[in-house]
Structure formats: structure tokens, C-alpha cells
């Protein structure tokens, strides 16, 4: 199993420009999520999806579009990116709400 | 509002040495999950270990444990003969039950460094 993964591990935007960060887990996991990390702060909830089919706002979804057409992958997909983006981003999934999270390798991205 | 609180931003001891991570959290909530994550400087997020609030027994897993105290809303962990490896951010995180957005809160971390 390569559990999550996360493509590009690395990326540079300008400002306005869009692109799409890739997650996939072969776990079969119905639970997937995203988070941003910012430094000095915990891992804040982008949005998050229960099932195929099924997203859900978390915490700071603005700016952010998430789709699950299958259980296994669940894109992030930045409209028109801004300087505040900036951060670490994270794929998690799970069995369900209350097991572990496993995360991905993160994928850190920059808008100048 | 739900928050986690961890108010050590650094710690420091010697390898082999036991430490104690705190965190506090503030819930209205009766039915939660509790964990502890551990990132590296490979940004990884690894679990460390995971605490159901009903259950009274502290977790245990390996040299990781827990002082859980739901009354006081207080979730430690100790490292019992701390290693090198064990260097990293720890993060100490909490989840409602259902009738949440099925959000993890999390807490800002503590650098932990173990010296040789």
C-alpha cells in the first residue's frame, strides 16, 4: 500500500493563477480532508469529504474548490491564488470520523 | 468555541530522560477522541496515539503514554526514555463525535528536542 500521496511535493504560483494539488489513498478510506499549516499554528481544516460524492466546508475554505468523483482521490483546486496561500498543505484520510487520520507527505506551496 | 492548547512552544532534554508534553482543550462535549501527533523534519504526520474520552484507562503505546483527566480537560503525554528520533513538532489534537463537521482541533504543537 502507498497509503497517501500527495503530488507536486513543490510548488511556486503567481499570483491569480489556478492549479489543482492531487491526493490518492489505496486504503479504501470513505473519510478524506484537507489542511493547511501555517507556521506557529496548527493544521487548519480546508474542507473535507465523507464518501464519494460528498464534500463539506471546514474551517478556511475560501479561495478553495474540492471534488470526490471516486473514493480514492480527492483534488484541492486553487482558483486564483493569492500571496496568503502560502503554506504546507496536507491530504489526510481515514476509516471513519473517530479512527486515525493518515496524512500524506504535504505539499508546500508558494505564491508570490 | 472548541480550542487546544498547548503552552510549551519548546522543550529541550537530554536522551533518555523522560518528558511530559501538555495540553489542555475546552469542549461542552461529553463524546470525544483525543490524539497526539508527531510531525519530524520530514513534515510527515505520524499518530503517536489516540485516547476515546469514555474510556477511563489512560492509552499506552510503547515509550508514548497519556495522563488523561476529562474533568480537568487535560490530555499530557509522557516520553519514557526519550530518543533521538523522537525530535519533532507534537501536536495534540481533539475530535467531537458525531453531529460535528467531523473536524479535527488542533493545537498550535511543541518543538520537542532530545540532546545527545
Known amino acids: ?112 | 468555541a472548541q480550542t487546544v492548547t498547548q503552552s510549551q512552544p519548546e522543550m529541550s532534554v537530554q536522551e533518555a530522560e523522560t518528558v511530559t508534553l501538555s495540553c489542555t482543550y475546552d469542549t461542552s462535549e461529553s463524546n470525544y477522541y483525543l490524539f497526539w501527533y508527531k510531525q519530524p523534519p520530514s513534515r510527515q504526520m505520524i499518530l503517536v496515539i489516540r485516547q476515546e474520552a469514555y474510556k477511563q484507562q489512560n492509552a499506552t503505546e510503547n515509550r508514548f503514554s497519556v495522563n488523561f483527566q476529562k474533568a480537568a480537560k487535560s490530555f499530557s503525554l509522557k516520553i519514557s526514555d526519550s530518543q533521538l528520533g523522537d525530535t519533532a513538532m507534537y501536536f495534540c489534537a481533539f475530535m467531537i463525535s458525531p453531529g460535528s463537521n467531523y473536524q479535527l482541533i488542533w493545537g498550535a504543537g511543541t518543538k520537542l528536542i532530545i540532546k545527545p
Open chain 1, 1 to 112: 500500500n502507498a497509503g497517501v500521496t500527495q503530488t507536486p511535493k513543490f510548488q511556486v504560483l503567481k499570483t491569480g493563477q489556478s492549479m489543482t494539488l492531487q491526493c490518492a489513498q489505496d486504503m479504501n478510506h470513505e473519510y478524506m480532508s484537507w489542511y493547511r499549516q501555517d507556521p506557529g499554528m496548527g493544521l487548519r481544516l480546508i474542507h473535507y469529504s465523507v464518501g464519494a460524492g460528498i464534500t463539506d466546508q471546514g474551517e478556511v475554505p475560501n479561495g478553495y474548490n474540492v471534488s470526490r468523483s471516486t473514493t480514492e482521490d480527492f483534488p484541492l483546486r486553487l482558483l486564483s491564488a493569492a500571496p496568503s496561500q502560502t503554506s504546507v498543505y496536507f491530504c489526510a484520510s481515514s476509516y471513519s470520523y473517530s479512527e486515525t487520520q493518515y496524512f500524506g507527505p504535504g505539499t508546500r506551496l508558494l505564491v508570490l
